[in-house]
């Protein structure tokens, strides 16, 4: 709408502008004209009348590109009227319309958020009411002789507490870092109590342990690492066959379990850290949720930690939990 005005304007003012010039050269014609006396020659007649011919054809250009200029004016001004007539009421509605769903949308997350905080404190109320009867079930089955009966039934209940443990730390993600308290620990304190754990197990698979006290430290959460490495632990555990070897290292920098189990194919590798991701092994073995390994990568990522693995079908799996350097501790 601005560019058709400044068009007609400028149009306009240049056509003035020749008028201006043409009344000019007249004026001057005339009075040069008078003094010279040029007016009764033929020659000065017929450039009077050219002048004057070309002041009057100027004069109508100026006349029409005026009503021209007035016109275009008169049909902005009716568009303008029109706009503010006709969408602002559009515009305004859209814009109520906008913050009524934002509105909407804040009530949906604030909803939203106290149903996911009442699910949180509903698994966690239901987990520790689990932890009761298991542990209640550990004091009963520590009082049986011990048979081979009683080897499986202590097999069991690791397996439900393992459970019970992955669901509360997996509702517990979306507070992942309120749950968090980074200190100074002993790698050998989070890898004891997780070896005393699994003990039946091995005693049951008659699997070897390579594995020495390191006496190494690092700085950050033991409960989330622990879960981390007890995830891998369980998996090595589970994939081995009787009479097979777990080997837990450290260097330094990087925590080892390795196993010689039945091994990760090649195209389930790049998948076991999905979510609800079982592999082959797992619909063989029909003991994998699919979850284990996902949420140790996703503990992993939070905790700066990087998870890497290597497997042979046949020979066995290697999984490498590498701490940053920045947080690590010199021993003792």
């Known amino acids: 709408m601005k560019t058709k005005v400044e068009f007609s304007m400028a149009w306009f003012k240049s056509h003035a502008f020749l008028l201006g010039a043409l009344a000019f050269i007249e004026v001057f014609s005339i009075g040069f004209f008078f003094v010279f006396n040029w007016l009764n020659s033929e020659v000065g007649y017929y450039l009077f009348l050219l002048a004057f011919f070309l002041l009057v054809v100027a004069g109508a250009l100026l006349w029409h590109d005026w009503r021209k200029y007035k016109e275009v004016v008169r049909s902005l001004q009716q568009e303008v009227t029109t706009l503010d007539d006709g969408f602002s009421p559009v515009v305004s509605h859209l814009y109520e319309a906008i913050q009524q769903e934002k509105s909407d949308m804040r009530g949906l997350s604030t909803k939203m958020k106290q149903l996911r905080k009442e699910d949180v404190d509903y698994y966690t109320l239901w987990a520790h009411q689990i932890k ?3 542990a209640a079930s550990q004091l009963l089955i520590h009082e049986l002789p011990q048979t081979t009966e009683k080897s499986l039934l202590s097999q069991e209940l690791v397996r439900i507490t393992t459970y019970t443990e992955l669901a509360l730390h997996y509702v517990r993600m979306e507070s992942f870092h309120q749950d968090l308290s980074i200190s100074t ?3 050998d304190e989070v890898i004891r109590p997780l070896l005393k754990k699994y003990a039946t197990f091995f005693i049951s698979k008659k699997l070897h342990l390579d594995y020495n006290p390191t006496g190494e430290k690092v700085v950050t959460d033991s409960k989330w690492l622990g879960v981390i490495v007890e995830q891998v632990l369980s998996n ?3 994939y081995t066959p009787e009479d097979g070897t777990i080997r837990i290292l450290f260097d330094g920098s990087t925590l080892t ?7 990760i194919a090649p195209y389930d590798i790049k998948r076991i850290f999905e979510r609800g991701f079982s592999g082959y092994n797992g619909r063989v073995n029909h003991q994998s949720t699919g979850l284990g390994l996902y949420l140790s990568a996703e503990i992993a990522k939070r905790l700066g930690v ?3 693995v290597d497997s042979t079908v046949g020979e066995g799996t290697t999984v490498r939990i590498q701490i940053p350097s920045e947080v690590m501790q010199v021993k003792d």
């Open 132 to 134: 009761t009867s298991i």
């Open 185 to 187: 620990i002993s790698i």
């Open 236 to 238: 090595a555990v589970k």
């Open 257 to 263: 379990i390795e196993d010689t189990g039945i091994g």
């Open 306 to 308: 990087k998870l890497s």
